[in-house]
């Protein structure tokens, strides 16, 4: 089901899609100029929302070269069941995909924040097709507790309090069970993004991830692939800068077919 809303530059629709899981997924659709068949997935991070205004300023700007799917990962705000901290979240990404397919995009561009690009490298090597990838902020491996804001993290999702706290402050549903099956974590499947262009950015201030996941990442993936480090930046949708989402830009539209 679908409901449009006018704007003076774009006309936002928004979805409701359904995962292979049986999962529903809250999504918005930003079109831009008629008859475009390219497309740019933005996957947020946990506890994120394509209700953010970073994430709505992102994707406003990513509309001028092409139309933009935003979406909440389950578990999160308005779409339905629980979180698994990026493990079956791979199945919403490719709800959303597959959905943008279905409407005759042909070439897609996946970018995603924090947990949302450990999704993002996952799902294009697994699922393979998409045009790009984007990791911004991403963990190259699970479980890691090497910094303060990780730790509560952890406490946040391990633990029956702090999962009341998310769900009642932060609208953000998560599994009480771990993972039956570890996934492949993007450092061990990052060689597999390719043939498609894998870019790699990370914060230098970033408080959540240290750069190394960002090198490892990259070091893991195979060509074509870019590495950017920038300095000053924090972690994940908040911290992208206005100069860093025009250079973002521009990188996909080199790597988007664009009509």
Do not use: C
């Not at 994707?59 to 629980?82: C, K, N, P, Q």
């Not at 561009?109 to 924090?114: E, L, P, R």
């Not at 633990?159 to 996934?183: E, I, Y």
């Not at 692939?225 to 992208?240: D, K, T």
Request: glycine share 10%; proline share 5%.
């Amino acid at each position: 089901m679908s409901d449009a809303i006018d704007h003076p530059q774009s006309t936002s629709q928004r979805y409701w899609l359904t995962t292979a899981d049986g999962v529903g997924i809250d999504s918005v659709l930003l079109r831009g100029a008629p008859g475009r068949t390219a497309a740019v997935v933005l996957a947020n991070g946990f506890t994120g929302s394509y209700r953010s205004p970073h994430t709505r300023a992102i994707a406003e700007s990513f509309s001028l070269i092409a139309d933009v799917m935003t979406f909440d990962f389950r578990g999160h705000h308005g779409s339905g069941g629980y979180s698994t901290v990026g493990d079956a979240e791979i199945h919403d990404l490719e709800a959303v995909v597959s959905h943008l397919r279905g409407l005759g995009y042909t070439s897609i561009a996946t970018v995603g924040f924090s947990m949302g690009a450990a999704v993002v490298v996952r799902h294009a090597a697994v699922y393979k097709g998409v045009a790009a990838a984007v990791s911004i902020s991403a963990p190259s491996r699970w479980y890691y507790r090497g910094t303060r804001r990780m730790r509560l993290i952890h406490l946040g999702v391990g633990r029956t309090a702090g999962r009341f706290f998310l769900r009642s402050f932060r609208k953000v549903r998560v599994a009480d069970r771990g993972w039956d099956t570890r996934p492949a974590e993007p450092r061990e499947i990052a060689g597999d993004v390719a043939p498609a262009p894998l870019l790699v950015v990370h914060g230098e201030a970033d408080t959540y991830f240290p750069t190394s996941h960002a090198t490892a990442i990259y070091e893991a993936a195979a060509d074509p692939r870019e590495l950017w480090i920038v300095p000053g930046m924090g972690h994940a949708e908040p911290a992208v800068s206005p100069e860093l989402t025009l250079r973002l830009r521009s990188w996909l539209r080199e790597h988007l077919a664009l009509e």
